[in-house]
């Protein structure tokens, strides 16, 4: 091998490892910038324009490595003398290369119309079992199902990774349903943080009845920080955030 042909593939082999190794950075900063960092933000709930409750929501690891994302809210003031409700949903997560899955999800409601409804997530199996009202269904388990708290997770990081496209599979009442928001545009929102602005999204319930919309924070890793729910009849239920911790500044 003469010494030109040992200098080319020198080089080569330099450029090679240099290259190689700028793709596991990058890769490993994406994997970390993308998901949503530990947190606590805490939100005033509506109901027809008025305020009627306070709510938090919290991005938490166990010690086993598996994550919580947990909703909670109750009426408080002149609303909990009449109706006493405390709502709690929680969705227990792992990531497995770098995606999310759902392990567990409930949501109880206790005082006023006590609800519970549970999901398993058994991915051996390939299947979900949905207990709600003292039923209880198997559904068929497709990759990348999530169940409807933890969709929002995902939201998050997907919006950080700079989709604005999106469409999820989620498990609700015996069925994989199709969520999938529509990208509204940019707005600002009045929050007790001040002024954000967010990325507005709207998703429809499968028979049009129902409508959720979204407004995402890039500077707070697209939480939602305001949620609005419009009901068939017109009612009109919403969350504004309060306060937030664990984001960076």
């Known amino acids: 091998m003469n010494k ?17 190794l700028l793709f596991l950075c990058n890769s490993m900063l994406y994997a970390i910038d993308t998901f949503p960092p530990l947190f606590t933000a805490e939100y005033t709930l509506y109901a027809k324009g008025f305020p009627m409750g306070e709510g938090t929501r919290s991005l ?21 003398l009449f109706k006493k409700v405390h709502l709690e949903e929680r969705s227990v997560f792992i990531k497995i290369d770098g995606k999310i899955r759902p392990l567990e999800y409930t949501y109880r409601q206790t005082g006023y119309k006590p609800r519970l409804n549970t999901i398993e997530f058994d991915w051996m199996k390939q299947v979900a079992i949905n207990t709600f009202k003292n039923q209880t ?4 388990l497709e990759e990348g199902t999530l169940d409807k ?43 007790g943080m001040g002024l954000l602005k967010t990325l507005k999204y709207e998703r429809y319930s499968t028979n049009q009845k129902r409508h959720t919309t979204l407004w995402c924070a890039p500077s707070l890793h697209y939480l939602p920080v305001q949620v609005e729910h419009v009901e068939p009849d017109g009612d009109v239920f919403s969350m504004v955030l309060r306060s937030a911790r664990g984001f960076s500044k």
């Open 149 to 191: 708290l933890l969709y929002q997770v995902v939201l998050m990081e997907e919006l950080k990774q700079g989709k604005r496209e999106l469409e999820y599979k989620v498990v609700w009442k015996g069925k994989i349903k199709i969520y999938k928001p529509t990208f509204l545009g940019e707005e600002n929102v009045d929050t």
């Open 137 to 140: 269904q198997e559904i068929s």
């Open 60 to 80: 938490k690891m166990r010690s086993d490595g598996a994550f919580i994302f947990e909703s909670l809210g109750e009426t408080t003031g002149l609303v909990s």
């Open 4 to 20: 030109t042909l040992k200098i080319e593939i020198g080089i080569f082999m330099y450029k090679f490892i240099i290259g190689l």
